[in-house]
């Protein structure tokens, strides 16, 4: 019987290689890490379901105020001027356009304004706020105009006192007229209106609108009186008009065209002295109000064309003498916006509960705790990896040209070990099934004598044609054959006279078999050349790159003659990377090369036992008889 490792055993050691081996080629970092300049993040999630959004809602893009407080926010390890506030996606690679409304370190508190992409209703979507950076890399890179959409004209946060409104998009439509600004608004600061005072927005390209427009106007309100048709918004042109108001405290919107003056149906009255948004949306066909994200009204007309100034607060044409009892709105107002389409309730639905503070808001966006670089964030094998790189910032043109040959050394090595594991696996797998074939046959060989190839390839009808598939991986398979084929020969050459095998035809069929060993053996050994030639090449390839790197680390010391550290530790630094390169090479291969050598000689044991095995069973099966007549006859 032939004794061979169990195929639990076997198994074992190859996985504790392969474990090993991917320890030393693989090295990952357990959480990522946008940039390690950065020490401190935080999860931003947003869930919409409290919102109330449903679950048929499209994904959207939407941008989204984040309120940060002493609460949710260690001021002191921000800049002073938030220059190292970054907002990353899910995939802690994509930076996310933002614009800061407000950040201040004394009072502790921050307005930021972060563009979001597809946010789906019913799963929370996440996002990350990177700060702490006292480098100089950390620039403000806040950008309002990537912060919207094309499709948003105006935005005004009303954060500018003494100066007109200014315009958060790209398309600078800022007011022509100052207003009053106060702070504690709903978000920050916001205009203040007395029902006299107005603000006047320009006529530009971008605010133009033609007959049937599609656009969106939304807005923080919160009166301070209920008056009768009192005018938020209203632009005039000829005998076209728009008007948006509260009629003793009702929400409408009101068109005048060639139709006459249409105004939308009532509803429920806002309380005074109460922050409610407020949402105008023109499809083309009709224009909807919707009053913190749930629908109001509803009025079936399209918008006039209209291409003038505008005003806030007030109605009239803009420059014009107030009239006595012209209507207006007392009150404030926050957060205007202006765009050119149809947004969909639910951005409303969201901004509303978002933007308005409060427990509800802090159920939908939630800001998770920091979380330092090395300690949940940057794994040290992240820092070590940053730092190669950094180093290979000074490696030379012949210290790259050695690293380049050093991985085309290792993408060789590398190939060659696992093609070679899988042709072991393969033919330890057909070795197994062919000694328990093996195992019933040597009990009988008088299949071997008979002259009937299909019978000696089936082991005398124990493998079926598949079985004989796997069985021809298998080397000892390969000798059976060998040894079979030579008895066969020898069969057919005595023919009727065959009565046994000579002590010279055994020495024969042993020299075949022990031939036949030998190409097995070279087969096993195939490719393995590469493995030796990562191993005792790489570390020269490495050893070559750096002494290269060190000579003209030193030659231009001398030439420029400055003999500092920060000089001369970039270069040395560099230079060692390619000896670095050499061992990665070398290292793994030499464990690979060592784990295979070991199961060649395994296989190699097996085929010389069952050579023995196997001349011994022929020889105990064929007697001598024929030998011996020859012997009595040269008497």
Partial sequence: MLITPTPAKVGFRKLLFLGLLALLSISTSAHAWWNPEWTIRKKITVDTAPAGLNAGDAPMTTVVLIRLHEGNFQFANAREDASDLRFVA??????????????????????????????KAGAPGTFWLYYGNAGQNALRVEDPKATYDADTVLVYHFAEKGAPPKDSTGNANNAETPGVVVDGSQISSGLRLSGKNSVTIPKTATLAWSDGQVLTWSAWIKPSALTANAVLYSRHEDANAFIIGLNNGIPYVEVTGAGGTLRSADGQPVAVNAWRHLAVVSSGTDIKVYLDGESYAILAAKVPPLNTQALLGHDGQPGAADAEGEPGYAGDLDELQISKTARPQAVFKLSSVIQGGGEKAAKVLTVGPDEASGKGGESEITKQFSLILDISKSLTFDGWVVIGL???????????????LLYLGQIGRATKVFLQQWDDLSSNLHVLDHGNEDSINSMGGRASPKMQKVLRQSPLYHLYQIGSSEIQDRVAAAQDDFSGLSGRSMQAIRATLDGGMVRETQKLNRSLVFLTIGIAGGPYLGLLGTVIGVMITFAVIAKSGQVEVNSIAPGIAGALLATVAGLAVAIPSLFAYSYISTQIKDAISEMDIFINEFVAKVAEFYSEAQSEEEAVGGH
């Fill in 90 to 119: 899910a995939d802690d690679k994509t930076p996310l356009p933002f614009h800061i409304e407000k950040f201040d370190g004394l009072l502790n508190e921050a307005y930021v304004w972060v563009k979001v992409p597809d946010l």
């Fill in 406 to 420: 050093c991985f085309i050394l290792a993408l060789i090595a590398g190939i060659v070990a696992v093609l070679k």
